[in-house]
């Protein structure tokens, strides 16, 4: 595993391919309207906010991954939360038949803004389809999970598998798909049930 691009995945997204959906310089890039509210710079630790900004809107919130530190001018914070990376390192899991998981549309738009409102995983637009493939889970006609090719670090095919599975048993039926991560609110819940599965 290549964990250098890992380290800077928005980055390398949005200067690879995803650099159709993004805006900004060789030093800072942000995804454009209507796509996640990402954003990322190619030295992640000493951001250039001052590039980035002639691509903001005032009072447009961000989300940047990897840096830490006070808001520099201009700019404020306004949540800091904590991420967990985390790569499945073990064999996968028998598929289950039974469960269908269905390719997301932008028929399905309304659908994963409603659920996205519910667990409020973090930036999210209604043209995310755009990044890649999306596959949700229903319960009747409520989406109940989804997951989808969020960044991509390009020829290495290293692809971030997110979100937002905060019931325990969607885990399970997630891990019988095979799908590359689980992203959650919840982390604590995803490992306990990743344990009971080993």
């Given at each position: 595993m290549?964990?250098?691009?890992?380290?800077?995945?928005?980055?390398?997204?949005?200067?690879?391919p995803h650099a159709k959906c993004a805006s900004g310089t060789n030093e800072a890039r942000r995804y454009a309207p209507g796509f996640p509210a990402g954003k990322g710079f190619a030295d992640a630790e000493r951001p250039d906010f001052a590039g980035l900004a002639p691509y903001c809107e005032p009072g447009e919130h961000l989300?940047?991954?990897?840096?830490?530190?006070?808001a520099p001018s201009g700019w404020r914070i306004h949540v800091?939360?904590?991420?967990?990376?985390?790569?499945?390192d073990a064999a996968l899991p028998a598929v289950d038949d039974t469960f269908a998981a269905v390719r997301l549309g932008p028929e399905h738009v309304p659908q994963m803004l409603e659920l996205v409102a519910v667990?409020?995983?973090?930036?999210?637009?209604a043209r995310i389809g755009e990044l890649g493939e999306y596959h949700g889970m229903f319960e009747g006609p409520r989406l109940v999970?989804?997951?989808?090719?969020?960044?991509?670090?390009?020829?290495?095919?290293?692809?971030?598998?997110?979100?937002?599975?905060?019931?325990?048993?969607?885990?399970?039926?997630?891990?019988?798909?095979?799908?590359?991560?689980i992203i959650s609110d919840r982390p604590d819940l995803v490992q306990i049930e990743i344990k009971k599965r080993r």
């Open positions: 290549t964990n250098h691009l890992l380290d800077n995945i928005v980055w390398h997204s949005l200067a690879g989300h940047c991954v990897g840096w830490s530190g006070p800091d939360k904590a991420g967990h990376r985390m790569v499945w667990t409020q995983p973090g930036p999210f637009g999970a989804m997951a989808g090719d969020r960044f991509e670090a390009g020829a290495l095919g290293i692809v971030v598998i997110p979100w937002t599975v905060n019931e325990p048993s969607m885990v399970a039926k997630l891990q019988d798909m095979g799908l590359d991560g």
